[in-house]
């Protein structure tokens, strides 16, 4: 990497409360980022405004704070996060790649119902719209890629280069949403570059947004394709989570809230990060790991 500093980030949604799976991505991200020396940006995914709420966004830092995260750059309060780090703050930025990317014939409009898209589900978008040639400001038009590359190059943490196939589901997907609004590709990656990220560290289920966010980095030419990613395993249902009929896990602020609840949960954690001893905080792991008596296994 050319730039000396490295930074990654954690980025919560607020449109509801973190769960007991986003805590262990942030607690792993929070561990590696510290262990290798990288500063950690705090970015609110607050986007989707209509599912915004400022409970959900004040839960994130009360959360953050029961798991003795910190971080370097962003928000530290829901006052902060409304009026100066809120994505709503960089629309013009998202819009300004959106146009570069109309510009270049990049991109086509989409009119397909959301019955119609789901029966397309498997194989993901069916190019249903890709040679109609509607007009890019079509009313209630989504905007979708035109054409991608099967394969990308994708780094690892270490700078290992990895060729990887883009997901058929990812062939055509959204740069902007039919009410108008940045898709999360797009407002995800522009962020990064923006903020200067240079390590990601997110779940397996992202691994396709990765790609998706490789390849519109080189569309518009954005410094991203030097950013190193890791793709961690999900935390799995059996793993003491009990998941309620909508298949919404529990808040986990409320059982870090007890001391018995919160000894629970980084016995938990440290098992899932393949510890061998028991700790009972996140220092005491960042501790170990930088004394190298443990490992995390990566
Ligand atoms: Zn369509």
């Given at each position: 990497l050319s730039n000396s500093v490295t930074k990654t980030r954690i980025a919560p949604t607020p449109s509801g409360y973190l769960h007991k799976g986003n805590a262990f991505s942030f607690s792993l991200t929070y561990l590696l980022a510290r262990q290798a020396g990288h500063k950690i940006l705090l970015?609110?995914?607050?986007a989707d405004q209509a599912r915004y709420r400022t409970a959900y966004a004040n839960s994130i830092f009360k959360t953050l704070e029961a798991l003795g995260i910190d971080w370097d750059e962003g928000p530290f309060s829901v006052q902060a996060l409304e009026n100066k780090w809120s994505q709503a703050k960089r629309k013009e930025l998202y819009q300004t790649y959106l146009n570069r990317l109309a510009e270049a014939s990049e991109i086509f409009a989409c009119t397909c119902s959301r019955k119609?898209?789901?029966e397309q589900d498997a194989t993901g978008y069916s190019g249903n719209c890709l040679f109609k040639n509607l007009p890019l400001n079509t009313k209630r038009a989504a905007w979708r890629i035109k054409d991608l590359p099967e394969q990308l190059l994708m780094f690892g943490l270490k700078g290992d280069a990895h060729l990887k196939a883009l997901p058929k589901e990812m062939r055509h997907f959204v740069v902007k949403q039919k009410n108008g609004q940045a898709a999360?590709?797009?407002?995800?990656v522009a962020d990064d570059v923006h903020?200067?990220?240079?390590?990601?560290i997110r779940g397996q289920d992202l691994k396709a947004s990765s790609l998706a966010q490789i390849s519109l980095s080189q569309k518009l030419a954005l410094p991203f394709n030097q950013v190193r990613f890791y793709h961690h395993d999900l935390l799995r249902?059996?793993?003491?989570?009990?998941l309620s009929k909508t298949q919404k896990a529990p808040a986990v602020l409320e059982q870090l809230s007890t001391i018995s609840g919160k000894l629970n949960f980084f016995k938990k954690l440290g098992s899932w990060l393949g510890f061998k001893n028991k700790?009972?905080?996140l220092q005491?792991?960042?501790k170990a790991l930088q004394q190298r008596k443990e490992s995390l296994m990566l």
């Open positions: 970015r609110i995914d607050d119609q898209l789901q999360y590709q797009l407002s995800s903020f200067g990220i240079t390590h990601i249902q059996n793993f003491g989570i009990k700790y009972t905080d005491s792991m960042l």
